[in-house]
């Protein structure tokens, strides 16, 4: 009897066991890498939070990478699968001869979404303030440097010449040394720019987004090797994204706060909803999520006036827009 009893518990134990796997095999799961974490991206957040991705059969697993340079470095190292960050990127990558190089298959955003913060709290500002000035700036060769110098130039005023760009401190810390005094302005995303005025260390005076007009500022992307070996959950990752993105283009700031506000836990609902005011209403966010060639053009015009591209990258070598289309006419 004691012999029958133990071998019922050993294979109950084994379809216990069995059932566990089934439940851990039941999602895909994806290392996602984002350039910073903000409310900027908050279709992805959207789709973070109401399930989008498990509706997808996906377990997505969210890192931040501090920077385009280091979630580059993730894609190509293998430690994420997807990067999210400027496009910028992928063009270096390829023109220095990376075969395995990566490819961009959905944007996000049409718009910057950094913000301009003056230390005096109560400044007119006009862009010829910068005139003599330091700013606390961003890498070379990325994004948030580029299109801040590209609003410069259109303004007339000389990068190297007529202010004092800072630009080696790391990217995760701006707003911290721009707290403890250094600089007369910095660029920041969200909520940082926020922050800042909160504890009345600053003021935003100017949207870099609104000053630079539509500009394709972040995708998502993949090695080429990934994206021919797993069609099937770029698909799926891209149909959770449009999802989010549906969701902030017919829901409130109020209800998109809401949703998103476990990913900023430090971060109280109204300022959560004034900054998705503030992204909403300066049209950040794409209705879909196909990249077009106008606007990698758009973004290689700007890495020239930078002088940070050696040559242009051909549009259908770096961008797939198969997954984006499908998930648009879904």
Request: glycine share 6%; charged share 25%; net charge negative.
């Amino acid at each position: 009897m004691k012999k029958r009893v133990v071998a019922l518990f050993i294979v109950s134990l084994m379809i216990v066991s069995l059932v566990g796997c089934k439940k851990d095999t039941k999602y895909t799961e994806v290392n996602l890498t984002e350039v910073a974490h903000s409310i900027f991206y908050a279709p992805q957040y959207v789709a973070i939070e109401l399930g989008y991705f498990e509706d997808e059969g996906l377990k997505v697993n969210l890192t931040n990478g501090l920077g385009a340079d280091k979630t580059m470095t993730a894609v190509l190292s293998g430690n994420a699968d997807i990067g999210f960050m400027g496009s910028e990127a992928s063009i270096y990558v390829y023109n220095e001869g990376e075969k395995n190089y990566v490819v961009n298959f959905a944007q996000l955003t049409q718009r910057a979404g950094n913000f301009l913060v003056s230390r005096d709290a109560n400044e007119t500002f006009a862009w010829n303030n910068l005139k003599g000035k330091t700013v606390i700036g961003g890498r070379i060769g990325g994004m948030p440097e580029m299109i801040f110098e590209y609003i410069l130039k259109k303004n007339s005023i000389d990068p190297k010449k007529d202010l004092t760009i800072i630009q080696n401190i790391d990217f995760g810390i701006t707003a911290q040394s721009f707290q403890a005094g250094t600089g007369d302005y910095t660029i920041e995303f969200e909520p940082a720019a926020t922050g800042l005025e909160l504890q009345k260390a600053g003021k935003v005076v100017a949207s870099l987004g609104v000053e630079s007009g539509m500009v394709p500022y972040t995708a998502y992307s993949a090695k080429l090797s990934y994206i021919k070996d797993h069609p099937e959950t770029i698909q799926k990752f891209v149909n959770a994204l449009q999802k989010g993105m549906n969701y902030v283009n017919t829901h409130t700031s109020e209800e998109i706060a809401k949703v998103i506000k476990p990913q900023f836990k430090e971060t109280d609902i109204d300022t959560v909803t004034k900054i998705v005011t503030r992204y909403k209403d300066q049209q950040t966010w794409k209705e879909d999520l196909i990249f077009k060639e106008e606007s990698f053009n758009l973004l290689q015009d700007i890495l020239d006036s930078s002088d940070m591209l050696a040559k242009h990258a051909v549009y259908t070598d770096l961008v797939d827009t198969t997954y984006a289309t499908k998930a648009a006419n879904k």
